[in-house]
């Protein structure tokens, strides 16, 4: 039985149905064009799990740029967004995009390699799913030899909050939480020793998080360090008049991310 749904993208119908019969038995699989309308008709109602563009030999960048603009205005980073065409287009897609896509997939497509890609490697881990589960099963995963300092990522870039979980794993427990909507329930159940913010976000931006955690009792002294883009040094000293216990610019350097958390939780 299909645990998985998966929406492919396009209009190569070939191999469109090579995925049809490939995967009929690992996904519940619905097809739908490029344009926006179907789009928005097609994940509403069947809310997929993974969106896979595939690139066809026709496609140009105009084409590809449309599906980038797509994904980053309209859906909310639930879904596994990855790309299947040749080599060179999958490239293409990579550099316009700057790597949105969590995988690429070559065609003809081989199902052995698609599965360990992205059943095992991205399906098999905690990046779906609902997300509260998700955050559960961080928190609950300790050492043996006693529990790690816990840290609170809320930043509405998946790519953003999947790069820091991967550089910060190996020390920290670690959440992750697309919004502050999100974070706050969380927060109702769970503790964290450390969040890190993003600056700039859709409804609510950082600093409007960033008050509301703090009005929450148990994150009256939890430390807070911002995640920012931001360089210009007017919005540097509006994030500093927040009185948060740091910021990290972006892009973010591993040395730096370390050091502000461990200064306030260690390591």
């Not at 097609?42 to 960048?61: A, R």
């Not at 399906?123 to 509260?132: A, Q």
């Amino acid at each position: 039985m299909a645990t998985y749904k998966m929406i492919l993208v396009g209009n190569n119908g070939k191999e469109m149905d090579d995925f049809f019969v490939s995967f009929e038995d690992d996904f519940s699989i619905m097809s739908s064009s490029v344009r926006p309308k179907d789009l928005d008709t097609h994940i509403s109602c069947f809310e997929p799990d993974i969106f896979l563009y595939i690139i066809g030999e026709n496609d140009t960048e105009s084409s590809m740029l449309d599906v980038v603009t797509y994904i980053k205005q309209s859906t909310d980073g639930t879904m596994v967004f990855g790309v299947a065409g040749t080599a060179g287009n999958c490239d293409t897609f990579q550099k316009l995009s700057h790597n949105m896509a969590e995988f690429t997939i070559t065609l003809p497509v081989d199902p052995a390699h698609f599965r360990e890609e992205v059943i095992d490697r991205i399906l098999g881990s905690e990046r779906l799913g609902d997300e509260y589960t998700s955050m559960m099963a961080d928190l609950a995963r300790v050492r043996s030899d006693g529990r790690r300092k816990h840290v609170l990522v809320i930043d509405d870039s998946p790519i953003m909050l999947k790069l820091v979980k991967e550089r910060l794993k190996d020390k920290y427990d670690v959440a992750t939480a697309i919004s502050g909507k999100v974070a706050y329930k969380f927060l109702e159940n769970n503790n964290t020793d450390f969040v890190l913010l993003d600056y700039e976000m859709p409804e609510e931006d950082g600093p409007v998080v960033f008050k509301t955690l703090r009005e929450m009792p148990k994150m009256k002294n939890v430390p807070i360090a911002f995640l920012t883009g931001v360089t210009d040094s007017e919005k540097v000293s509006e994030v500093l008049q927040l009185k948060p216990q740091g910021y990290v610019l972006k892009p973010i350097d591993k040395d730096k991310l370390f050091a502000i958390i461990e200064k306030y939780i260690g390591g």
